[in-house]
């Protein structure tokens, strides 16, 4: 499903001395089936926008388009119920959203909202569980029994199982070992390979998305700094790092090199071995010539 | 959903209300208190309006700011209103609904409670919203201090309340955030059958208790490891000071409560 932003703003607690104007008129499209990283600061309005995406957040100036549903000030929250089976999200330390007596009772929740039979999900539930990296013996377990990681792999289980059209995930690694890290990535990828939804990925951590994301959004005080492929966004570290962003240590290295040495690499993701082999394929060009 | 809860809230400010000493605030709304409670006349509840406004009005808090973070409580006033209304026989019969009669005594009893906890809320409510949670502690520690002597445990009970209305406005941002998650899976707060919405507080209470008991953990530990060990010799490293603007503020409610008493007869 494609996302259109139309100059959505959003203030919290509008009308009290409190007020805080978290978007300021966001203008932006996130096209059917990519993976879009959202980055920037801590505060920038990251979490604001994406949750403009279920409903969860009306704006309060302007319009979000979802598919064929259109969100504004003035929406109903009926209206907004259909929106949620479609949009899925993982929010930041989804762990803390586990309530039930099993990890399966907790996995099958969102779809029996939904109005999913309990037969049909409780079928997908072994695949589900394989599939986030989590035995099938834990499924009978308490979820507050599980060490934190698998809290969060659970959790994310629980988000799946509702099978969304739209997956956003806000900060799904935060507080994770580069391990853990690196599967709940490579998790997103195979799921995005099979289903190809939409797929939005919070994130402060450029490097983690480097490698999936087919678009970037970088985020400012509440509005949009920069926007595009997120190849060509990953290049303009000057821009990045005027933004307040870390920028990733593998880009640094490599803008580093391809700097000393004039070759230009065919991405700014490339695995030092793919990298070591570039810089010899123009070596030898430049030889040739 | 909680947006505007203000009890415990504290809005920074630099009113005369922000500026006296919290020990003054706290006697003057003990004072406040136990005339709102003492009043049961139309006359008394005129003169405690009049009073409440006049704070309300040193205090620099917007009006609408009040109202809305009353509105929770306001079910509550009308509840006591309705439950008093309809029970309480005396007076005139004034109507009759189904089986029950209303008498003009219940509709003025039911006024009364009313009102009295609305000014309840009301008034504490400015004390907290111009106190910082800090100097409020300080201040009740101090007030309890003579009170140490019959084994009262001061700096504790001074602890207990800060940590408490510390955490009250987190409990709430912590609500907000699972009733947004499990929103997000389709559980359903305001509408579905009753059985639906209990599965939702479920799925909201569950989560917010572990939490909470998890914190409350890590806050004793982090409490010991710094190596805590109750109020013995502390020291303050911000003194309150009383002025002579404190001294007459209490005054002024003190010899207001006095003459209400007779006025209101
Ligand atoms: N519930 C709320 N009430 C009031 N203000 C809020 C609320 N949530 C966020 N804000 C404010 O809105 C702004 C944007 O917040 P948001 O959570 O969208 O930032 P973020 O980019 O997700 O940050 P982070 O990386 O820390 O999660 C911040 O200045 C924040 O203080
Ligand atoms: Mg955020």
């Known amino acids: 499903m494609r996302i259109v932003f139309e100059k959505t703003s959003y203030t919290y607690m509008e009308n009290t001395p409190l007020e805080k104007r978290a978007l300021h008129e966001v203008s932006t499209t996130f096209p059917s089936g990519e993976i879009i990283a959202v980055i920037g600061r801590t505060g920038s309005g990251k979490s604001t926008l994406v949750q403009h995406i279920n409903g969860l957040l009306r704006p309060s100036q302007g319009k979000v388009t979802i598919g064929e549903r259109t969100v504004d000030p003035k929406t109903k929250k009926k209206q907004i119920q259909k929106l949620r089976e479609n949009v899925g999200m993982v929010f930041q330390y989804p762990e803390h959203q586990l309530f039930e007596e099993t990890v399966e009772k907790d996995i099958i929740f969102g779809p029996l909202n939904a109005g999913t039979s309990e037969q049909q999900i409780k079928k997908q539930v072994p695949m589900l569980i394989q599939r986030v990296g989590l035995d099938e013996s834990l499924l009978h377990q308490s979820p507050f029994h599980l060490s934190g990681g698998q809290m969060r792999r659970a959790a994310i289980a629980g988000v799946l199982a509702m099978n969304p059209q739209v997956l956003i995930l806000d900060e799904p690694t935060a507080s994770l070992d580069p391990k853990g890290k690196q599967e709940i990535i490579e998790l997103l990828k195979e799921w995005h390979e099979e289903k190809r939804l939409t797929i939005i990925i919070v994130t402060h951590d450029m490097e983690e998305v480097a490698d999936i994301a087919s678009r970037a959004v970088v985020m400012h005080d509440g509005r949009i700094a920069m926007e595009g492929h997120a190849q060509e966004i990953f290049e303009q570290q000057g821009r990045l790092e005027a933004l307040g962003l870390d920028l990733p240590p593998r880009l640094k290295v490599l803008s580093y090199i391809s700097v000393k040495t004039g070759v230009p690499f065919s991405s700014w993701s490339l695995s030092p071995e793919k990298a070591a082999t570039e810089v010899n394929a123009s070596r030898k060009g430049n030889k040739d010539v | ?265």
Not at chain 2, 46 to 57: C, D, E, I, L, S
Not at chain 2, 65 to 82: E, N, S
Not at chain 2, 95 to 108: D, K, L, N, P, Q
């Open chain 2, 1 to 265: 959903m909680f947006k505007h809860i203000i009890i415990g809230q504290y809005l920074p400010g630099n009113s005369f209300l922000h500026r006296m000493d919290a020990r003054a605030k706290l006697i003057a709304v003990l004072l406040m208190i136990m005339v709102i409670f003492l009043a049961d006349t139309w006359r008394g509840y005129g003169a405690v309006t009049v009073g409440t406004v006049g704070v309300w009005m040193i205090s620099g808090v917007p009006l609408r700011y009040i109202l809305k973070g009353m509105y929770p409580i306001l079910i509550l006033i009308v509840g006591t209103f309705l439950l008093h209304a309809f029970l309480t026989q005396e007076g005139e019969v004034i109507a009759t609904v189904g089986a029950f009669s209303v008498y003009s005594g219940g509709i003025e009893q039911g006024l009364f409670i009313g009102l009295r906890l609305f000014f309840l809320v009301l008034v504490t409510s400015l004390l907290t919203l111009t106190t910082s949670p800090i100097d409020l502690t300080d201040g009740l520690e101090q007030m309890l201090q003579p009170l140490k002597r019959f084994g009262v445990p001061a700096h504790e009970v001074a602890l207990m309340m800060s940590i408490a209305i510390r955490f009250i406005p987190t409990l709430f941002q912590e609500a907000e955030k699972i009733i947004k998650a499990q929103t997000a899976r389709g559980a359903k707060f305001n509408s579905g059958s009753m059985k639906q919405r209990t599965q939702a507080m479920i799925s909201l209470l569950v989560p917010l208790f572990i939490r909470a008991f998890k914190r409350a953990e890590d806050l004793a530990l982090a409490m010991e490891a710094r190596g805590y060990n109750g109020g013995e010799k502390r020291t303050k490293l911000r003194a309150l000071t009383w002025r002579r603007k404190d001294t007459i503020a209490c005054l002024i409610v003190a010899v207001s409560a006095v003459l209400l008493f007779f006025f209101q007869r």
